[in-house]
């Protein structure tokens, strides 16, 4: 058991409450939340101070506010939910509420309007100028008690979610607002079953940081490649198909003035272009050359070099077995290499069917994303079948993936939940999921926090985290930030290996 298993913080936490600070609110919700309390805290700054020192007095304890408000903004109506993820009130310091994300996913999957920023409490009805002022501020919505009420929570997970009843438009004083406030308690009602899963998430937990994680020195040399030549040329940069399997990445790139092409078809003659990480086919190449473009190639050295060797394979006359997945943009440009000596073989089925030409000239080559341990089985599959089998010099699956699923081995063993941060499409990213599912941990795929599921949490003590070999590493701090707001969070990690590899930029933007 590694050192985490045991080292999860002791702190107790209480029992959750959830705070309504109107009747109407408390009823609205009744017994929807399960075993949590609901608990009629008043309306007013007030009365929110008192409940909130009754209720701290005993201890810290996860309070989830839940009532009407006034939106600040015209895009919010009658019935949206707002999340808070800063409470500000006058002359007080922000309170961050670092659950706000997964709550708000929760919420939306229940199928309800919802928007995520700060709410401003006022002791004070708010309207006209002052309204104008605090929505030019960012605030999104307006109460009179959540800022009083969040030192119930004794220092312990915090979070407000209020339903909209009067806007800019419609203020309180306009007609309408009887069923403006309905919206808005159907809202709350719907919310139930969400501010449940987050009471129940709640709680004192260790997180385990696999290490190494995040990207390999192929990611980091594309997307410098990509900001490289958008910072000496200027935008519009051509890039074919994504740099790296990452939809944060990609979205960051194309807001700084990169173009996401899916052929070159697509880019005009002459422009420049830049060649993703996970390569090409030669017919690509070609292509670009014969309209004109300017071609930069980001493809990591590790994937050039399954090319060269299936080029000498097949040169000698061999039948190329490439590991991999055929969907996958990396296998599809190797397979360009060759297309009619080079088979894919995805899993040990395949292995075990596989016909080549000559049994006695036959290679293999392997996608260099795979899980380390199910492509050795597929290998030797096929070693066992074609004894005059030969395979590349060194192994072909990259470092990072290799030193990645090894850290991920070590975590999950010792963890209950295991959260890989990464894009759908990314392959090993998924195969880390997979690697943490043979090790017996519950994992899960998140693109970012918004992707995590409260019920994921119940009853979780010791979560172990890592990232894709594309994914950025702030979206790992921001999962272990969330994390820790759902209680007291240990948060530890223990390197299996240190990486000190480096590529050097394309000549075009070194």
């Known amino acids: 058991m590694s050192p985490v298993a045991a080292a999860y913080p002791e702190t107790t936490l209480r029992s959750p409450v959830v705070c309504a600070p109107l009747s109407v609110e408390r009823a609205a919700l009744g017994k929807r939340v399960g075993d949590v309390p609901v608990r009629h805290t008043g309306a007013g700054r007030d009365r929110s101070a008192t409940a909130a020192a009754q209720l701290a007095a005993a201890g ?16 919010l109506r009658p019935g949206d939910l707002v999340v808070a993820d800063e409470v500000r009130s006058e002359g007080a310091e922000p309170i961050r509420l670092p659950t706000a994300r997964p709550l708000a996913a929760a919420l939306r999957r229940l199928g309800l309007r919802v928007h995520v920023g700060p709410v401003f409490s006022s002791p004070v009805l708010v309207g006209g100028a002052r309204r104008a002022a605090l929505a030019a501020t960012g605030a999104l919505a307006v109460d009179m008690e959540s800022a009083w009420l969040a030192p119930a929570a004794g220092g312990g997970p915090f979070a407000v979610v209020r339903a909209i009843v009067d806007t800019p438009e419609a203020p309180l004083a306009r007609p309408g607002t009887p069923g403006r406030g309905l919206a808005a308690l159907r809202s709350l009602r719907r919310a139930a079953p969400a501010l449940r899963d987050w009471a129940q998430a709640a709680g004192p937990r260790a997180v385990e940081l696999a290490s190494p994680r995040s990207f390999c020195a192929g990611v980091e040399r594309a997307i410098d490649t990509v900001d490289r030549a958008l910072d000496r040329f200027g935008p519009p940069v051509y890039v074919r198909r994504q740099i790296v399997h990452n939809a944060h990445v990609v979205r960051r790139l194309t807001d700084r003035g990169a173009v996401f092409i899916q052929e070159l078809d697509e880019v005009p003659p002459g422009a420049r272009v830049v060649l993703a ?26 994937v050039t070099k399954v090319h060269a060797e299936v080029r000498r394979f097949t040169g000698r006359g061999h039948t190329v077995f ?136 119940a009853g979780v003590r010791r979560i172990g985290v890592s990232a894709g070999a594309s994914a950025p590493d702030h979206l790992v701090a921001e999962l272990v930030s969330c994390l ?19 590529f050097t930029l394309p000549k075009e933007v070194s």
């Open 60 to 75: 810290p304890r996860p309070v989830l506010v839940a009532g009407v408000a006034g939106a600040l903004t015209a895009p």
């Open 277 to 302: 990480a996970h390569g090409v086919t030669p017919a690509v190449r070609e292509q670009a050359t014969a309209r004109d473009l300017s071609v930069i190639d980001a493809t990591c050295p590790l």
């Open 322 to 457: 490439l590991i991999g997945h055929a969907d996958h943009e990396e296998v599809q440009g190797t397979v360009g290499e060759a297309p009619a000596d080079v088979v894919v073989v995805e899993d040990v089925e395949a292995a075990l069917r596989v016909q080549p030409r000559d049994p006695e000239r036959v290679a293999y080559a392997m996608q260099t994303t795979l899980a380390v341990d199910e492509a050795e089985r597929i290998a030797e599959v096929l070693r066992g079948r074609f004894p005059a089998l030969v395979g590349p010099r060194t192994d072909d699956i990259c470092y990072a993936t290799t030193n990645r699923q090894r850290a991920m081995r070590a975590v999950a063993a010792s963890t209950d939940l295991v959260l890989v941060v990464g894009s759908e499409n990314s392959s090993n990213s998924r195969r880390l999921v997979e690697v943490a599912g043979r090790e017996g941990a519950a994992a899960h795929l998140i693109d970012d926090v918004d992707d995590l599921e409260l019920s994921w949490l």
């Open 484 to 502: 820790s707001g759902f209680g007291p969070t240990s948060v530890t990690a223990n390197p299996t290996v240190t990486e000190d590899v480096a």
